[in-house]
């Protein structure tokens, strides 16, 4: 008995040690690529809060509300016309990767194909069916939601090709084309734009051009990866049927589920421009691009991890699964919290930013940032469900939370104005997030770790909301008191993290500067 004991601890220890090293590398390869990835998302960030500045700048509440309205269409039908395919990009090729490298290739020709079908079928439906929604004579919303369905299937391509580099795992290109190049290129066109003609048209087609020009780049990277990874054995271009049944079954709710999160995101802009007017729609618009801007972790993270779900789950890791879930849904509470606390507290400092007719929205601004952070409690639990095969779920969610939201807007919109919208915005995000929660929970057996993300969240609420408060209280609404508060809080914010490092599990960032 003492010897087969013995015999058998050894090969315990070595799992154990395998186990326990597998997690650090994942923690390292999060902190990793997830520097990168948020580096990316910054700078889209960045650059995205200078285009709506750009946007409202120049073109004012009723210009904007127009721009905001057309690019918002523009995005939910891209949503669909891209098929699910940069989804399905994500989910399967790193799974081919690891199968049979010959299929890489026919793959993505399938992804592309399907994809350009779909979206030349859209965008021609687009252009018959936009003066029925938006009729009258020489309608500006209708005019530019025809210029910009041009633009449709390269968007496809271009999103599509951005997510098989993702999902080859070149962060770093996928970063520069999708991060960097669009978001840098649409300022300085839209300025452009904007001060040679004043045309909400023009206006709008300087926005979409970059999503053209970068398809052909981001086309040419894509090849070259593929070409690396045969090796001089090229695979077959075309796609076996139980390759393309196979895309087709993951895809087909992965597209309902990506339009009607875009159309979750817009419905509300685009319901102001017909039931109240393009002002309405431009400063509700201008208030949610600030939400859309400061989600810079939660994408840089699900960039990482998604792939990484999707190969762990692959291989039946399921701890390795939870421990990394756990450990991304913290760093996004602690890291991406901070920027909502002050925009919740100084939210008619930062609109100001956008013009004086701006300002009105304050509250919708101060009642998103609360909300979008109450949702981060969830992490990535939406990248999780999807990477496990899901997806049919996930379409199934967003029809719930996309029937919420519109009858909610229709009911509280005529009595609380644009306010009311974004706390139906705030409460169907917050019934998004739980149901996946509930899915993942019962399919994987993985929770949402509410005792270990409080904790973070708790800090942040410390350590930048009381600072933020007094100073609001103390300063007002001004940009000195904001600015305050950033730096005072900063300052405790970072005190606190290094002083609980280990129970934010901040080691793989500690060893990732190690390295460095």
């Known amino acids: ?31 990793r690529g997830g520097g990168l990835s948020f580096f990316g998302s910054a700078s889209s960030a960045l650059l995205g809060f200078l285009l709506t500045v750009v946007i409202t700048r120049l073109m004012g509440a009723d210009g904007a509300g127009v721009v905001f309205q057309a690019t918002g269409v523009f995005a939910v039908v891209l949503a669909f ?58 309608n500006p919303v209708s005019d530019t939601v025809r210029a910009l369905a041009v633009f449709i299937p390269a968007g496809a391509v271009m999103l599509i090709a951005a997510a098989i580099l ?24 839209v300025a452009v734009a904007a001060v040679a003609t004043g045309s909400v048209v023009v206006v709008s087609v300087a926005w979409a051009l970059p999503l053209a020009l970068m398809m052909v780049v ?21 796609p076996s049927r139980m390759q393309v049944r196979e895309i087709i079954s993951f895809a087909t709710p992965r597209t309902a589920s990506a ?11 685009l ?14 618009g201008g208030a949610a691009r600030f939400i859309q801007a400061g989600l810079v972790v939660d994408a840089a993270l699900r960039v990482v991890v998604s792939p990484r779900f999707s190969s762990l789950l692959h291989q039946e890791k399921k701890e390795a699964v939870r421990e990394l879930y756990i450990t991304a849904t913290i760093w996004l509470v602690l890291i991406a919290s901070p920027i909502y606390v002050l925009l919740a507290v100084f939210s008619p400092v930062f609109l100001d930013l956008l013009g004086p007719d701006f300002r009105d929205g304050s509250m919708v601004l101060s009642i998103l940032a609360v ?20 997806s049919g779920w996930a379409a199934i969610n967003k029809v719930v939370v996309l029937v919420i939201n519109i009858v909610g807007n229709l009911l509280l919109v005529p009595v609380w104005g644009i306010e009311g919208a974004a706390v139906v915005w705030a409460v169907s995000m917050l019934i998004d997030a739980l149901l996946a929660a509930v899915e993942v929970s019962y399919f994987l057996g993985i929770r949402v770790p509410l005792a270990q993300v409080l904790r973070p969240l708790g800090l942040v609420v410390v350590t930048w909301g009381i600072p933020a408060g007094l100073s609001s209280m103390l300063g007002g609404q001004t ?38």
């Open 218 to 238: 981001a086309a040419v990277m894509v090849s070259g990866h593929v070409t690396r990874l045969e090796g001089g054995d090229r695979g077959r271009s075309l």
């Open 166 to 189: 993702r999902a080859l795992g070149s962060v770093r290109e996928y970063v520069l084309v999708n991060n960097i190049a669009i978001p840098a290129l649409r300022p300085p066109l």
């Open 371 to 390: 909300g979008i952070t109450v949702t981060f409690l969830a992490g990535n639990i939406h990248s999780l469900l999807i990477m496990s095969g899901r």
């Open 81 to 138: 016309a891209k098929v699910g395919m940069d989804s399905t990009a994500v989910y399967l090729l790193p799974r081919v990767r690891l199968d049979d490298v010959g299929r890489i290739r026919s793959t993505i020709m399938a992804f592309v194909v399907i994809a350009v079908l779909v979206s030349t079928i859209l965008a021609v439906a687009l252009q018959f069916i936009s003066p029925l929604l938006w009729p009258g004579p020489d």
């Open 271 to 284: 319901l102001f421009g017909w039931l109240l007017s393009d002002q309405a729609a431009g400063i509700y």
């Open 479 to 516: 940009l000195g008191a904001a600015v305050l508060a950033a730096v005072v809080g900063g300052v405790l914010y970072l005190a606190a993290c290094w002083y609980w490092r280990g129970t934010l599990r901040l080691e793989g960032l500690r060893s990732l500067l190690r390295s460095r």
């Open 259 to 269: 339009g009607l999160e875009q159309a979750i995101i817009w419905v509300d802009v």
């Open 1 to 31: 008995m003492s010897s087969d004991n013995q015999s058998v601890r050894p090969g315990d220890a070595v799992s154990d040690a395998d186990t326990r090293a597998g997690r650090t590398d994942d923690k390292r390869e999060l902190a």
